[in-house]
């Protein structure tokens, strides 16, 4: 495919254009069938607005969140998408620039203020207190629903009208400075999620905490995080430099926290703003140290006093756990470096297609990648054994002289990420997962079904498109995804594949502009 320079330039420019609002219902042209008994809400989130006035986001990841949403009722498809208007939304548009500083962004005084306006600026910097523009997924607590990103900050949103309700502080609720955007849920409704506690809250540890299904208030005026439970906390292997997490494991009775050799250095987080370098450097990847797993029981708050390691990687997403036969299963997404990060810095992505290519091609590409732990350890048997007793996989568990058990996974496949599942599986042994295909090049992508008995997988693929994160919505079953395309003759839609077959049966095509997104949450129709 021979690609035009200005084509080549349009082809990227897409990810960091500014979103607009579609604030009113627009009905999409659905062609093909729209399954009847598909009826609620997908939410969707991603970074939209990445310039105000005459300043822009240095990264991809910062951009002011623009939440959609697509709404399925008999048969017919609405959209709509809406700003975030948080407190960082709200002081940026005010000013006509960006104020507030974000993770790979870091914003100074206006020159025109003067200096003791300057002193107490970098004084109010010495500790962050982050932005509240959350624009990586949509997460529930109780019947509420929050826009969400890793910071100390959430804002709660109406699910069918966008409109942003308020904040809340994770804070004034339970003792943590950052938390996950990736919470699990259970079957009473439940959600389990995770935080860690660096700054003013006695010795630095990762938190565990549960919000109960029914922690929403009758009048919706308390929020639901006042019925927190913290489950337990893990005190930091390395006191200035906790590991980073985006996402957790979570089986029937156990929670997995994988404490990566992926870290975040505390005195460089803290004198960042004075040395001039944004938050996102001070997250480094230590090739020489260990992978320490961790594995708490959900129903005690009491670790497991075995020892877990494996070799340094970096991981960001889990895609499910399990337990079977007095093994714990878990599946994640590796990879053997951090530059990740790095590619979304805009002038990283601004380069012409093969320029992006060539810098790119060297990265090390994503690994699902399955570890399994044995629970029950007989104190007799010999040092160098191999503990893992399943013979579906060719992961390891080796007991080493000193009680610790030394894992190596199993490679299930490579290049997928923004892996999804079934989600009545989730926390039990399940066969097949989801995710967009990544092959580290601006052409176009594919949405992939991997079948781990098998290790097969299927690809749905338009050309000139980049699929979002898959959804699966049950039951029987369709992966739902929201379609860009870099060609703007194409205009943007919802393709809906049925999740047994992988093949298409229905698209929405909506007629306005829709940015790339990263997460999202599908609300079901309680009506129907």
């Not at 500014?18 to 069938?33: F, H, I, M, Q």
């Not at 040092?383 to 058990?405: C, E, F």
């Amino acid at each position: 495919m021979s690609v035009s320079v200005p084509l080549q330039l349009s082809m990227l420019s897409f990810f960091w254009r500014n979103g607009v609002e579609t604030p009113e219902p627009l009905k999409a042209d659905v062609t093909g069938s729209i399954p009847p008994w598909l009826q609620g809400t997908l939410l969707r989130n991603g970074p939209g607005l990445f310039s105000v006035g005459n300043s822009s986001y240095k990264h991809w990841f910062d951009g002011m969140a623009l939440i959609h949403s697509f709404t399925f009722k008999d048969g017919e498809v609405f959209y709509r998408s809406k700003f975030l208007k948080s407190e960082t939304y709200k002081k940026n548009m005010a000013s006509n620039r960006i104020v507030v500083s974000e993770f790979g962004t870091m914003v100074y005084p206006d020159p025109c203020k003067n200096i003791f306006s300057k002193a107490f600026s970098y004084m109010m910097n010495a500790i962050p207190d982050f932005t509240d523009n959350n624009l990586i997924n949509i997460i529930r607590y109780g019947e509420d629903y929050y826009a969400s990103s890793e910071v100390n900050y959430i804002n709660q949103i109406d699910p069918m009208t966008l409109e942003t309700l308020g904040r809340t502080n994770y804070r004034n609720h339970i003792a943590i400075n950052l938390a996950t955007a990736h919470p699990h849920y259970d079957e009473e409704g439940n959600t389990y999620n995770m935080g860690t506690a660096i700054m003013n809250f006695g010795r630095p540890k990762y938190v565990i905490f549960k919000v109960p299904a029914n922690a929403t208030d009758g009048e919706k005026k308390q929020p639901a995080l006042r019925k927190v439970e913290q489950i337990c906390s893990i005190p930091f292997r390395s006191t200035l430099y906790p590991s980073y997490f985006h996402s957790f494991g979570m089986t029937e009775n156990y929670i997995i926290f994988v404490e990566q050799a992926f870290k975040l250095d505390i005195l460089k987080l803290a004198t960042a703003y004075f040395r001039d370098v944004n938050w996102g450097s001070c997250l480094k990847f230590d090739r020489d140290d260990i992978t320490l797993i961790h594995l708490v029981n959900r129903k005690t708050g009491k670790t497991v006093g075995t020892k877990y390691y494996a070799d340094p990687f970096v991981i960001f997403h889990h895609i499910n756990a399990y337990e079977e036969d007095g093994h714990v299963v878990f599946d994640l997404i590796t990879y053997q470096d951090s530059n990740l990060y790095d590619m979304f810095y805009i002038h990283n992505m601004k380069q012409d297609v093969d320029k992006f290519i060539e810098t790119n091609k060297d990265l090390s590409r994503p690994i699902c990648q399955r570890f399994v732990l044995p629970l029950n350890i007989d104190k007799e048997t010999p040092p160098d054994t191999n503990l893992v007793k399943l013979q579906d996989t060719t992961a390891t568990a080796v007991l080493k002289p000193d009680g610790s058990i030394y894992c190596t996974p199993d490679t299930i496949f490579e290049g997928l990420e923004l892996p999804g599942i079934n989600y009545k599986f989730n926390s039990k042994k399940y066969r097949y997962f989801y995710g967009t295909r990544v092959e580290w090049s601006p052409y176009p992508s594919k949405i992939a079904k991997v079948d781990i008995a098998t290790r097969t997988h299927q690809v749905w693929i338009e050309e000139e498109c980049y699929p979002s994160e898959p959804v699966f919505v049950a039951s029987p079953g369709v992966i739902l995804s929201s379609v860009v395309s870099f060609n703007p003759q194409k205009p943007p839609f919802l393709v809906v594949l049925d999740a047994k077959s992988f093949k298409e049966i229905a698209r929405a095509t909506i007629d306005t502009a829709i940015h790339m997104d990263l997460h999202g949450f599908f609300i079901h129709d309680k009506s129907t």
